[in-house]
């Protein structure tokens, strides 16, 4: 499986981005799929992830509520749209692949090491 990651951009502050990743391969739609990302000097984190059905999606508390992640299995790909950015925002973001079919619950989807696949990153960068 390959993963692209696109829609990064430099924005301001209350700007609105929707990235997309789009994946290879005929398995698509039998994984979760998650978004991730990392400033620089910290640690990856989680954004946002959703079940193969589109029935279960999860969300960190720091985009909750701003962001949305959605799939379309007909067209291998995975979006996340991201309203009212803020400076805080400003990161790669990454999508990956789930590593088993069962998608997880909300302890373990947000768990670096439970997706195989990633995507090279898109970079968003929000200004004040």
């Known amino acids: 499986v390959q993963l692209q990651a696109s829609g990064g951009g430099l924005v301001q502050a209350g700007d609105s981005l929707r990235l997309s990743c789009a994946a290879s391969g005929s398995t698509f739609s039998g994984y979760g799929m998650g978004w991730f990302r990392q400033a620089p000097g910290k640690e990856r984190e989680f954004v946002a992830g959703i079940g193969r059905v589109d029935i279960t999606t999860y969300y960190a508390d720091s985009v909750k509520g701003r962001s949305t992640i959605s799939r379309d299995n007909n067209r291998n790909t995975v979006h996340l749209q991201m309203n009212r950015l803020k400076p805080e925002d400003t990161a790669n973001y990454y999508c990956?692949?789930?590593?088993?079919?069962?998608?997880?619950?909300?302890?373990?989807?947000?768990?670096?090491?439970?997706?195989?696949?990633w995507g090279q990153g898109t970079l968003v960068t929000v200004s004040s």
């Open positions: 990956a692949t789930y590593r088993v079919h069962r998608w997880g619950d909300h302890c373990t989807v947000v768990r670096d090491e439970d997706y195989n696949y």
